[in-house]
């Protein structure tokens, strides 16, 4: 099983540095705008030189050009994954995926966020169509651009992985143990719920990044992830 994926939640280095002092073992972090705005490509290389994977959370949504030219910049950083958002289009996706040519970085794309629920869809984007059909249209249009998978929520993950295959990635945030608050997201699981359904990554945030024991709360959830328990 893939390791578990910490969204690295923080709004700067110093937090970041506390944080990763609890590890003794390489990570597969998340790196988001919150972060990577305050902090810049130096706390990426910083995490990078710990040996800690990254996958830098930036969804890009631009014109295909300018997407290019911003993914050929990320390439240089050594992260492990990247993100767009197929609502860009087949075009912008493709283009993205010609600016990471020189990188070996997993592309993927967010198709609906997790803390949409299918009313909001309708109004605010004017989609009416279900929001699992929604997911599946956005997860087939990354395929065809090459890509190598989405974000999506667990509630799609099995269907994704029916019509793009096995291999087609599916990262999943909105995870939480069965005792904490699903605070800001509406479509949310386990990790054990994630296994079942066919996620291949999963992120975790706050279970982990406000434990009281966020080392110990890692081994239980990758535990759980991987079916020990």
């Known amino acids: 099983m893939n390791k578990p994926i910490i969204a690295l939640d923080f709004a700067s280095k110093q937090q970041v540095e506390e944080f990763l002092a609890q590890f003794s073992e390489p990570l597969f972090v998340k790196v988001g705008m919150e972060l990577y705005f305050q902090e810049g490509p130096e706390l990426v290389r910083y995490i990078k030189s710990l040996g800690h994977e990254i996958f830098l959370d930036l969804k890009l949504h631009d014109i295909p050009n300018t997407v290019e030219s911003a993914m050929r910049g990320l390439s240089k950083l050594g992260v492990d994954m990247v993100n767009v958002h197929a609502a860009g289009g087949l075009e912008m996706m493709k283009a993205a995926k010609r600016g990471l040519a020189d990188s070996d970085a997993k592309l993927i794309a967010v198709t609906q966020l997790t803390s949409t629920s299918e009313e909001e869809m309708h109004e605010d984007q004017l989609v009416y169509v279900s929001l699992e059909e929604s997911v ?94």
Not at 163 to 179: D, M, S
Not at 216 to 222: D, G, N, V
Request: glycine share 8%; charged share 25%; hydrophobic share 40%.
């Open 136 to 229: 599946l249209h956005y997860a087939k249009r990354a395929m065809h651009a090459g890509l190598d998978g989405v974000v999506c929520s667990v509630l799609e993950a099995e269907a994704i992985g029916d019509a793009c295959g096995q291999e087609f990635l599916r990262v999943t945030p909105g995870i939480r143990p069965a005792a904490v608050s699903a605070d800001d997201q509406k479509r949310v699981a386990t990790p054990a719920q994630a296994r079942e359904k066919g996620s291949s990554h999963i992120v975790v945030g706050r279970a982990i990044t406000k434990a009281d024991n966020p080392s110990e709360s890692y081994a239980q959830i990758a535990a759980e992830w991987s079916g020990e328990f």
